[in-house]
């Protein structure tokens, strides 16, 4: 292959469809994981825009599915011999519980399980293409996770009402950080760097179960508060910058880059080994990783 490879899950809206249009700008091929085929033909129109010789392949999975993250795995490295690029962005703020089909809470799912079994998936290509990296979009709201009990809250499905909705969604976040340096811990930094980041507040479609959302994006976009186009750049800055090239298992704030801790909860080695203990016992039932 020519050209880099960038995997980009949610890449067909907000902060993934920026960041998957600067990467193709600067000549990457853009594998695309969708749901949507209609915003999948917008996103392969918008990036054909962006650059006259983009390359760009589109996956379909639900990654709010663990069996269907890893046969979406499976499908991109036998597709790619070589992968530079792994941006885990796909994200769900659910303002009411919603259990998927394999009886997991939906934005568990989507937010730290589909996105532990595609990393998990991909891993060899990643280290047999190396040197390659990983993305992983976390949030601030990983602060409103007041605690951590991994076996607990990886498979808390119970009801919870809008205001309650915050935290949970924090802790799916703070999930996101221990796990991206727990796996920092277990990989090579010399064949592959893994990082996480904080993207900021973005007037993207995250919180679209929210009634009345459309219309305080459309605002908020006016207005030109929340730019999506700040929080894409600290995704594609990790992603390119060779100022990270030996940088593995950080966490950094959409403000310059600034190096931020895991919150509390979640910041011991121990509880990001429990984490990933955990999520390899309960994925094991699915055969998963």
Same mark, same amino acid.
Request: proline content about 5%; aromatic content about 6%.
């Given at each position: ?24 700008? &600067? ?7 969708? &749901? ?134 924090? &802790? ?100 990001? &080994? ?16």
């Amino acid at each position: 292959m020519d050209r880099p490879v960038a995997v980009i899950t949610g890449a067909t809206s907000g902060l993934g469809r920026i960041a998957a249009l600067e990467l193709a700008r &600067r000549g990457y091929r853009i594998g695309a994981v969708a &749901r949507s085929r209609p915003k999948a033909e917008r996103l392969l129109s918008d990036l054909r825009a962006a650059s006259a010789d983009v390359q760009t392949d589109i996956f379909y999975a639900d990654l709010g599915l663990v069996s269907q993250a890893r046969r979406v795995g499976e499908e991109i490295a036998a597709h790619y011999p070589r992968l530079d690029v792994l941006v885990n962005n796909a994200g769900l703020h659910a303002f009411s519980q919603r259990t998927t089909t394999e009886g997991f809470a939906e934005m568990t799912a989507v937010n730290y399980l589909g996105p532990f079994v595609l990393t998990e998936t991909l891993t060899n290509t990643l280290v047999t293409s190396g040197p390659a990296r990983i993305v992983n979009v976390a949030s601030e709201a990983a602060k409103q996770a007041r605690t951590m009990s991994p076996g607990r809250d990886l498979r808390h499905t119970a009801p919870y009402t809008r205001r309650e909705s915050m935290a949970l969604y924090g &802790r799916t976040k703070l999930m996101t950080i221990m796990w991206t340096q727990e796996l920092a811990r277990r990989l090579d930094a010399t064949k592959v760097t893994v990082n996480c980041c904080d993207p900021g507040f973005n007037a993207t479609g995250l919180g679209r179960d929210l009634p009345g959302s459309r219309l305080l994006q459309r605002v908020l976009n006016t207005l030109k508060v929340g730019d999506p186009r700040q929080g894409a750049g600290i995704i594609v800055r990790l992603a390119t910058d060779s100022a990270f090239t030996h940088t593995s298992g950080g966490y950094f704030s959409v403000r310059d880059a600034k190096p931020l801790h895991c919150p509390e909860p979640g910041r011991s080695e121990r509880v990001q &080994r429990e984490l990933w203990a955990e999520t390899v016992a309960l994925l094991a039932g699915l055969g998963a990783p």
